[in-house]
């Protein structure tokens, strides 16, 4: 993929790679309960790189959460922003370098 080698000859990051292929930054403020005193809700900040409207890597961590770790679930608050948008990007034919 010609996307892969930046002009340099370094690689191209896979996060950048995500946001290309219509990836934005999700984040997610997730409330918990307590194991050890139930009454007490805990905050947790989760953030990657998802797809909107279904967003499942967040769906795939909620799940693990809810199979793996002892604190229940209380709500999940998400945010989300495509930090390229179609505007901003354009195909150019040539590499120009300024020295």
């Known amino acids: 993929m010609a996307l ?4 340099s000859g370094g690689a191209v990051s896979s996060d950048f790679l995500k946001q290309l292929k219509g990836y934005g930054l999700t984040t997610a403020e997730i409330l918990y309960r307590r194991p050890d005193h139930r009454w ?4 947790y900040v989760w953030q990657d790189y998802d797809l909107f409207p279904n967003f499942p890597a ?6 693990f ?18 930090l390229i948008k179609p505007a901003e990007m354009r195909a150019i ?3 120009f370098r300024l020295h």
């Open 58 to 63: 967040l769906k795939d961590f909620l799940a």
């Open 93 to 95: 034919d040539g590499v």
């Open 40 to 43: 007490l809700l805990q905050s």
């Open 65 to 82: 959460w809810q199979a793996k770790l002892e604190g229940p679930l209380f709500s999940v608050t998400v945010a989300h922003s495509k």
């Open 4 to 7: 892969q080698k930046a002009a």
